[in-house]
């Protein structure tokens, strides 16, 4: 088993708060024979529709000693998960959960907006100390 983020717990109890079910703590998935675990899975129903949606989040809390660093193994633990989701789980949207303030500092630079859009890359934005969720970046 992979260790857990620092954050897990802050941003496992902020999707709770926003009234998703966790199914999976970690979220394994299998492809091309490779084993990974991805931080959490979730689902939410929408009474009114009567339907699911199910996602999976891997939480980064970027606190290395440099911020560049962390964004390349989050974009490549991200890339990776999505390749084995959209073969074994494709019913599942995959999210990277990044904290605010790295939200603020690095995600909203030219690099950082150009990085989202050029990797398709879908963000939950999370403040660990309020345990909830800013933002949603689809």
């Known amino acids: 088993m992979p260790e857990r983020d620092i954050f897990h717990d802050a941003v496992k109890n902020a999707l709770v708060k926003d009234e998703w079910t966790i199914t999976n703590d970690p979220f394994f998935v299998q492809f091309g024979g490779v084993d990974m675990y991805a931080d959490l899975g ?17 939480i980064k809390s970027f606190v290395g000693a440099s911020i560049i660093t962390e964004f390349h193994k989050a974009v490549g633990q991200f890339m990776n998960y999505r390749l084995a989701l959209n073969a074994q789980n494709p019913e599942r949207t995959l999210y990277l959960a990044v904290p605010l303030d790295v939200f603020e500092s690095f995600f909203t630079l030219e690099f950082g907006q150009a990085a989202i859009q050029s990797y398709q890359l879908k963000l939950i934005v999370y403040d660990e100390k309020k345990e909830v969720i800013i933002k949603w970046l689809n």
């Open 42 to 58: 979730a689902e939410k129903i929408f009474a009114a529709e009567k339907d699911g949606q199910k996602i999976v989040v891997e």
